[in-house]
């Protein structure tokens, strides 16, 4: 069935947590596991001398699916009745945040781990903080091995408020906190007896319960100009509806130079056809009532729902370059159909992908950072924030010839005002 909904989500947490224990019970548990793997793990454990473990099941799995190739990220599939889940797993934090950033990945929703018993680490802090720098805003967070602090609320409850605080901080509101044991397989698939004071639904009830992004198609229309050709005495503007839809009659306005003017034809090549509806994924070309002098990177939108313009913005990059990326440098940064001369304004936060460590005092942005910047452009461009439209909120950089970087926008730069 193809018709089905697909959730992308992530696991993260603290190594030793139980993420894997976490991902192999919801595999377990929802018979998505390839046959003979229970047996394949039950023989690894004999050999071993250890008891049964979930978390070898990830392994088990993961090997099926490679058979030898090296590929950047895994995924792994289980199913509800509600709808079909992907979890993004990439083998380490620099790859993960390298596919999110440039869209070769995409997580909508995230399970943080948390060991009821070892409390939050350094690493539970700064996952936190990767979910903040990738606007990932569906997250629950999951205090596992609660059989090891007995099933009390109480230290339930106080790790629930610290993680909640930190989190809070960074601009990230968990939708629940959910006690488990994976191990033990509580309150994952059904209510725990062992915690009745727990009133919400079990992991798998409550993750069918994380909501669907809106798709492209049902999101604000945004149509980036590629070219405009000229027939006859028509002109037609061309290009690719990245979200939205667009009817004949729609009163739309052509950022940044701010035109109004109403949709006269929409040509659809596709279908060596006219339409008078087009909506995300197809490339069109379109007439207007007015004519007047359009070009490639203007934004044709709605009215009533337009993207910002700005020429300074807040963005989250991940840096590829051979050269650090510095202040005071040209940079051409292409978002969409857009091209135009940038540099980087003001450097927040830098943080080296591989440990999520910050980097002290950092002015530069080396290899494999991932940095907070502010950045400022020769004139003004649409985007939208990442989180509102993963197409029109993500950019690349390019240093001389080279694409150097990746990045999303993370909202708009308000200089703070002195109040006196
Ligand atoms: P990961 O490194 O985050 O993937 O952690 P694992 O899933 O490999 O788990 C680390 C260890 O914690 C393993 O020995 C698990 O058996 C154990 N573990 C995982 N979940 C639980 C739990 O709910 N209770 C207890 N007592 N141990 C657990």
Not at 85 to 108: C, Q, R, T, W
Not at 130 to 150: A, E, H, P, T
Request: proline share 3%.
């Amino acid at each position: 069935d193809t018709d089905r909904e697909v959730l992308n989500v992530v696991v993260v947490g603290h190594v030793d947590h139980g993420k894997s224990t976490v991902i192999g019970r919801l595999l377990y548990d929802t018979k998505s596991l390839p046959e003979g793997a229970i047996d394949r793990v039950k023989r690894i454990s004999r050999e071993k001398g250890k008891p049964f473990e979930y978390a070898y099941l990830l392994d088990a799995f993961e090997e099926e699916q490679k058979q030898g190739i090296t590929i950047d990220t895994t995924q792994l599939q289980f199913h509800t009745d509600k709808r079909d889940y992907v979890i993004i797993d990439a083998p380490g934090h620099k790859e993960f945040l390298k596919n999110m950033i440039s869209g070769a990945a995409s997580a909508e929703a995230a399970l943080l781990i948390i060991d009821a018993y070892e409390g939050i680490q350094e690493q539970s802090r700064r996952h936190g903080y990767i979910l903040s720098l990738l606007g990932i805003q569906k997250v629950y967070v999951l205090v596992n091995k609660m059989d090891l602090i007995d099933y009390s609320q109480e230290k339930f409850t106080e790790l629930r408020s610290e993680m909640n605080e930190f989190l809070n901080n960074l601009h990230v509101y968990p939708l629940r906190y959910i006690p488990v044991s994976a191990f033990y397989g509580e309150n994952m698939t059904a209510p725990s007896a062992k915690m009745p004071w727990f009133k919400g639904e079990p992991l798998l009830k409550a993750i069918d319960s994380f909501e669907k992004d809106k798709g492209l198609e049902q999101k604000a229309l945004r149509f980036p100009i590629q070219d405009v050709y000229k027939f006859d005495s028509r002109r037609i503007i061309a290009g690719r509806i990245e979200s939205g839809t667009l009817t004949v009659g729609d009163d739309v306005v052509i950022l940044p130079s701010a035109k109004a003017t109403t949709v006269k034809t929409i040509e659809y090549w596709a279908e060596r056809d006219k339409k008078s509806r087009v909506s995300a994924g197809m490339s069109v070309g379109i007439t207007v009532e007015d004519e007047f002098f359009n070009q490639r990177g203007e934004f044709v939108v709605h009215k009533n729902d337009v993207p910002h313009v700005a020429d300074i913005f807040r963005a989250n990059l991940f840096w590829l370059g051979k050269n650090p990326l510095v202040k005071n440098k040209e940079y051409k940064l292409k978002l969409v159909t857009q091209e135009v001369e940038c540099e980087i304004y003001s450097v927040l936060k830098v943080i080296d992908a591989t440990t999520l460590a910050a980097v002290d005092d950092a002015q530069a942005v080396k290899t494999n950072d991932v940095a907070e910047v502010i950045i400022r452009t020769r004139k003004p461009i649409c985007f939208d924030e990442f989180k509102n439209n993963p197409i029109t909120g993500r950019f690349v950089l390019v240093d001389g010839y080279n694409v150097s970087g990746g990045g999303i926008v993370s909202g708009l730069y308000t200089q703070i005002q002195t109040v006196t």
